[in-house]
C-alpha cells in the first residue's frame, strides 16, 4: 500500500512540476511545439537566447545562416529564439518544410500583454525568411513572409 501511495503522489508531484514549468518557461513551451510541428529529418539549426543561464548557445548569426542555408537547399528545418527581459521571456520558433510551408511560433511569459498564450502563424504558401530589423530584444531574429512578395502582385 506505502509503495503504491508513493508511485502516485510521485507522478501527481512530477505532473504538477510538468505543467508549472510550461505555464512559466516560454523556452520549454517552445521546444515542445517545435518538435510536434517539425517534419522527420529536418535540420535543427538551434536555440539563440541572450540568457546567460541554459549554457553555450549559438550565436543568432549563425542561427540565421544555418535556417537560410537550409531552406536554399529546400530541406525543412527548425529554429528558435528565446529574449529574456527584466521581467519577461518572449520565445517565437520557426518551422519550415521541404515545401516551403512553415509555421511560426510565439510564446510569452511575465509582463506581457498576451502572456501564456501560444500563438501560431500558418504560412500556407512557400516563404521567405526575413531578418527583423531593429529588433526589440537585442539581437536578429528570424520571421516567415509570404513569398512572392505583395509588392510583386
Keep these: 500500500m506505502k509503495k503504491s501511495f508513493a508511485l502516485a503522489f510521485a507522478v501527481v508531484l512530477a505532473g504538477g512540476f510538468a ?5 512559466t518557461d516560454g523556452w520549454a513551451v517552445t521546444e515542445l ?13 538551434g536555440h539563440a537566447t541572450n ?3 541554459h549554457g553555450p548557445t549559438p550565436k543568432p548569426e ?10 536554399e537547399s529546400h530541406r525543412a528545418l527548425t529554429v ?3 529574449a529574456y527581459g527584466t521581467d519577461d521571456e518572449i520565445s517565437n520558433a520557426l518551422i ?9 511560433i510565439f510564446y510569452a511569459v511575465g509582463t ?11 504560412w500556407d504558401s512557400p516563404t521567405r525568411l526575413v531578418i527583423e530589423k531593429g529588433s526589440p530584444v537585442g539581437f536578429p531574429r528570424l520571421h516567415c513572409a509570404e513569398w512572392p512578395p505583395r509588392e510583386l502582385h
Design 33 to 45: 511545439f517545435t518538435t510536434l510541428y517539425s517534419e522527420r529529418g529536418s535540420i535543427h539549426c
Design 19 to 23: 505543467i508549472h514549468r510550461l505555464r
Design 112 to 122: 506581457v500583454e498576451t502572456g501564456k498564450t501560444l500563438v501560431r502563424h500558418h
Design 80 to 82: 528558435m529564439f528565446t
Design 96 to 104: 519550415v518544410r521541404k515545401n516551403g510551408t512553415a509555421v511560426e
Design 62 to 71: 549563425a542561427v540565421i545562416a544555418c535556417a537560410q542555408n537550409a531552406q
Design 51 to 53: 540568457s546567460p543561464y
